[in-house]
């Protein structure tokens, strides 16, 4: 026994583990921080610094395409869509509110937010419907933006419904994916003094707040990114930013629409992650995540993960199809190919 052990222990992690990086390339290198990402037309769409958009062709890697939606040098970290446009808001007061038609890629500002504290860490847009979040106004609630016809005509929205947040809590603008929506219901994670999960169907102004056992209690801690494949089944990733290695309470999921959370593979993960996304058609069973410093994987609805690359410097990713990943981050857009 004592010799077969080991190679039991080694053929179970083979079974768990099957994913491997068939290849890493860079498709796309420029002076650019990205933090979101679109697909669309066969082709991956980005916003990020320096007020930049474009496109590279996931087909033709040399077809590319790069505008500037500003003379102003703005840092975009939230992208979205719907069928005939994309939308953009910069970070930092004033914020604007930029819509791309996808035919020509003529662009205009469609709203402006002008409030000294505006700061917009997330959108998201489909159909006629829009939601953009940022940072607590004066009384402690997230400065909310909707639309509802299609991402023309924004306005900013006091929700008396909105639960307030406790001092020190907010949200971070990291890969514009600590927001999320599944069959008509939303979900937004929060970090800082709390950690929390807001939740509403789209067509209601009632949101829930629930608890969370995540990480929380300092500025740069909490939840990063969130998504869910079903109704019931997301999953919280996030951590420490001022503590990369640090991987306690980091990673979390539910099975209950967002209710209540369980801390998966605390102490044992690669720590802190910006960006999580579900494999397409997989339900929530494989998941692939990424931080500053790793890309990981789990194929058992997150409860253990694998670090199946150190390759540094990645923010956001996007699943293209369901053995390819696109990353985006530091001076570079990269096809991840997956084997299983």
Not at 270 to 281: D, H, L, Q, S
Request: with cysteine; proline share 2%.
């Amino acid at each position: 026994m004592k010799k077969l052990l080991p190679f039991l222990f080694s053929f179970l992690g083979i079974l768990t583990f099957s994913q491997q990086v068939e290849s890493l390339t860079t498709i796309l290198n420029d002076k650019i921080s990205i933090r979101a990402l679109e697909l669309y037309d066969g082709k991956v769409w980005y916003s990020g610094t320096d007020s930049k958009f474009g496109f590279v062709d996931l087909k033709n890697f040399n077809n590319q395409k790069q505008i500037k939606l500003s003379e102003k040098k703005l840092q975009f970290r939230t992208l979205a869509q719907n069928k005939e446009s994309f939308f953009a808001i910069n970070i930092e007061s004033p914020a604007y509110f930029f819509k791309i038609d996808k035919k020509d890629l003529v662009y205009k500002i469609v709203h402006t937010d002008t409030t000294k504290t505006a700061f917009y860490d997330a959108l998201l847009v489909y159909n006629k419907f829009g939601i953009a979040f940022g940072d607590p106004d004066p009384t402690q609630k997230l400065n909310l933006a909707f639309s509802v016809d299609g991402g023309s005509k924004w306005t900013s929205c006091d929700c008396k419904n909105w639960p307030k947040l406790e001092k020190g809590e907010a949200a971070f603008a990291a890969s514009n994916t600590n927001i999320s929506n599944y069959a008509g219901r939303l979900w937004i994670a929060t970090g800082g003094k709390k950690s929390r999960i807001y939740k509403k169907r789209a067509i209601s102004c009632k949101w829930d707040v629930y608890e969370t056992p995540f990480i929380q209690g300092e500025s740069s801690q909490g939840i990063y990114s969130i998504d869910f494949g079903s109704k019931k089944f997301g999953v919280a990733v996030g951590g420490d930013y001022t503590k990369q290695d640090a991987n306690a309470n980091n990673i979390a999921t539910t099975i209950d629409g967002g209710k209540t959370w369980q801390i998966q593979a605390s102490g044992k993960n690669a720590g802190y992650t910006t960006c999580v996304k579900i494999k397409p058609n997989s339900k929530g069973k494989e998941i692939i995540s990424i931080g500053d410093q790793h890309i990981s994987y789990s194929s058992d609805f997150g409860k253990t993960w694998n670090k199946i690359s150190d390759e540094k410097g990645f923010f956001v990713c996007k699943w293209v199809d369901e053995n390819t990943v696109i990353l985006a981050g530091k001076d570079k857009i990269s096809l991840l190919k997956l084997k299983f």
